[in-house]
């Protein structure tokens, strides 16, 4: 367990600010989740507001990274950003829609 959250720390140390910032947000919103649904805290306008900045910034992200004017390769992060973003507007569209 402490071999992974040094080798979570050093990637982190990593990463670009840009990157940072969407792990940043991407954690902060799991951790907001979880916060709610065991301990019963109200943090549903938190929620709203960190799940608005993680979707714009993925909105943003896929706009410059895959526009058709471009030429790039991908790189291990957008892959990783690809996966992370699908599951994210995957449970935050459909799961948090079902009563």
Do not use: W
């Amino acid at each position: 367990m402490i071999s992974i959250i040094n080798n979570f720390i050093r990637d982190f140390k990593n990463q670009k600010v840009h990157e940072k910032t969407f792990t940043i947000l991407l954690y902060l919103v799991y951790i907001l989740y979880i916060t709610s649904y065991f301990f019963g805290f109200n943090n549903n306008n938190y929620i709203d507001y960190a799940r608005l900045a993680l979707k714009y910034y993925v909105i943003i992200f896929l706009l410059i990274k895959f526009n058709p004017f471009s030429s790039f390769e991908c790189n291990s992060f957008d892959k990783v950003i690809i996966f992370k973003c699908a599951l994210f507007l995957l449970f935050t569209t459909n799961l948090l829609n079902i009563n």
